[in-house]
């Protein structure tokens, strides 16, 4: 005879076992879209929206170090840079405060939703686990704007010594490698960022992980794409 607490028990691993599911589809439609695109970039480079944004990063700092007349053009830009990097990372900062202040209530505001959305029960730890993910994705998030407002600073220093090409070429090059580290720590913790938002989601449900990732890697698909 089947009781009450066994039904919870398998309703509990039924919960489980969807939230484990979910979430690996959610990695692998992730990583899959990864793959194409680093192939679709190899293929046919001009079709990426990050190999353009490095070209056009090289041909500024180009522009500035040859010129040896645009000091306070290249002072503004990478002041510019930084604030909105350290801006990024403050704002993670705040999300990692605000998610360990709510942590206790989101296991409630869990507990109360999912059943009501869809069939089915939590596991008493399983929203904890959920919570360690969206703050280790905020945490990720930070170190990618650190590292960017790091290497914004020191293309301020680089960008400004007298260059000519090609005799100093070795300084444009580690410039322009310097800046382009920069706006990949920047657009890698930007898209952190974005990731952020499937974990919320999961607290509503696994169904609602994997529809918040499809949403998600077609909008990625749609940045990554060389504007026509």
């Known amino acids: 005879m089947i009781t009450g607490t066994d039904r919870a028990v398998t309703k509990e691993k039924y919960a489980l076992l969807n939230d484990i599911v979910a979430f690996l589809t959610s990695c692998l439609i992730v990583l899959l879209y990864y793959l194409y695109l680093g192939w679709r970039t190899r293929r046919t480079p001009d079709s990426s929206v990050r190999v353009l944004n490095a070209r056009i990063r090289k041909q500024?700092?180009?522009?500035?170090?040859?010129s040896g007349k645009m000091d306070i053009l290249a002072i503004?830009?990478?002041?510019n840079s930084v604030i909105a990097a350290n801006f990024m990372a403050t704002t993670a900062v705040l999300l990692i405060i605000g998610t360990l202040n709510i942590s206790e209530k989101i296991g409630q505001w869990a507990l109360a939703w999912q059943p009501v959305l869809i069939d089915a029960a939590i596991p008493g730890m399983t929203w904890q686990i959920k919570l360690g993910i969206l703050l280790l994705v905020f945490v990720v998030a930070f170190h990618f704007f650190s590292m960017a407002i790091r290497y914004f600073n020191h293309v301020g220093y680089m960008i400004n010594l007298p260059c000519k090409l090609p005799e100093d070429s070795a300084l444009y090059h580690k410039?322009?490698?310097?800046?382009n580290k920069a706006g990949k720590y920047y657009s890698f913790g930007t898209r952190t960022f974005f990731f952020s938002m499937p974990i919320i989601l999961w607290f509503f449900g696994p169904y609602f992980l994997v529809l918040a990732t499809i949403g998600l890697t077609i909008g990625l698909a749609i940045l990554d794409k060389t504007p026509s």
């Open 60 to 66: 500024w700092v180009e522009m500035v170090m040859g």
């Open 175 to 179: 410039t322009c490698n310097s800046l």
């Open 76 to 79: 503004q830009t990478i002041r």
